[in-house]
């Protein structure tokens, strides 16, 4: 029918569209918190700033029925194992957050102990710096993340993973 | 104020340490009121000992016990252990420290008998330094994990050191420059 030669159907990016709209609006966060950030994450899930707004209230305290990662403070290397684990346990799609900046980068603390960036351990979406970041930039940052999801394609089943931002696929 | 007097035998921690262990008190300072005596390490259990048990001094509460790794400041004995101590009979604090005498292996009493509360200080100072504490009940690392290589508060630690669990991946090059903000 000539559909192939000239890229995705138009059922075929309905489809996409409509998975994209659903997925935005129904973010499942794993609040995977350490640190201090942790005080930030709660003020922005509650109700003044209130993340239900844009469907990511509900915590998953269980990596397999979430599908947003949320790293909230500094991740140390005793530590890091099993935050790759978590992850790995996600199943697609899954989107990480960064949250703060020594996820971002390690912060500070550049020493013996601390992961240097979460990004050395799996792939990150989303980066939201501060220390710690005002639930603004949350908010900013969540929204972002909502544009990227409705800019990538979706599909009904995800076999791969298709990295939004974060760099080299190691899964 | 005028500082008190350098010799501190007028305090009574110090007097009775003194008495008691005599040669063996190696130093001893004082600053605003910080009282603080050095001890020979084979006499540091003794001493503890002594200022816990005292009727006098009670000295119950062990604050803190923690280490110093003096190798940048050229010192020798490299390594002091240092106790801080609270009595609260009498509402005052007490700093007993030691140092042990080989810097390639350091090794002290462990005082976990007398005081229970060193147990854990004990296996950071441990954990972070590499100095063993004779008689120990569970001398193992408490913060870094069993497969971490040395002991990172050591000086001649190298700071940029990092001993991963996972492999590391690579920093994404579309990591944004997050301090351009």
């Keep these: ?171 | 104020m005028t500082e008190p007097a350098t010799t501190l035998d007028d305090n009574p921690v110090i007097a009775r340490l003194r008495e008691a262990f005599g040669d063996a008190i190696v130093e001893t300072h004082a600053h605003r009121g910080d009282v603080t005596a050095v001890i020979a390490p084979d006499r540091y259990k003794e001493a503890i000992r002594l200022l816990k048990t005292d009727a006098e001094l009670a000295f119950d509460f062990l604050t803190d016990l923690t280490a110093v790794d003096r190798l940048k400041l050229k010192k020798k004995p490299r390594f002091e252990v240092v106790v801080h101590l609270y009595s609260r009979k009498n509402n005052s604090r007490f700093r007993l420290k030691t140092r042990p005498a080989n810097d390639r292996e350091p090794e002290v009493d462990s005082i976990v008998d007398i005081i229970a509360g060193a147990n854990w200080p004990e296996r950071e100072v441990f954990d972070m330094f590499g100095i063993t504490f004779t008689g120990h009940p569970n001398l193992k690392r408490i913060l870094m994990y069993e497969e971490f290589v040395g002991h990172p508060l050591r000086k001649d630690y190298p700071v940029n050191k990092r001993q991963p669990l996972v492999p590391m991946r690579e920093i994404p090059e579309d990591r944004p420059n997050i301090y351009s903000f």
């Design chain 1, 1 to 171: 029918m000539g559909v192939d030669s000239q890229g995705p159907g138009f059922f075929t990016s309905r489809l996409s569209d409509g998975i994209a709209w659903a997925r935005k609006w129904s973010l499942f966060p794993y609040p995977f918190v350490t640190a201090c950030c942790g005080m930030e994450y709660m003020s922005v899930a509650s109700a003044h700033y209130d993340l239900d707004r844009f469907g990511a209230a509900w915590p998953r305290f269980t990596p397999r029925q979430a599908d947003m990662l949320l790293v909230v403070g500094t991740i140390s290397h005793k530590m890091a194992p099993v935050l790759k684990r978590v992850y790995d346990q996600m199943c697609e799609p899954k989107w990480v957050v960064a949250f703060g900046v020594c996820t971002c980068t390690g912060g500070f603390y550049d020493n013996y102990a601390t992961v240097q960036g979460i990004d050395r351990v799996i792939p990150v979406d989303l980066y939201i710096p501060g220390c710690p970041p005002r639930p603004e930039t949350v908010l900013d940052g969540l929204m972002k993340l909502q544009q990227r999801i409705t800019e990538s394609h979706h599909t009904l089943r995800e076999d791969v993973r298709k990295p939004v931002v974060g760099g080299v696929n190691t899964t």
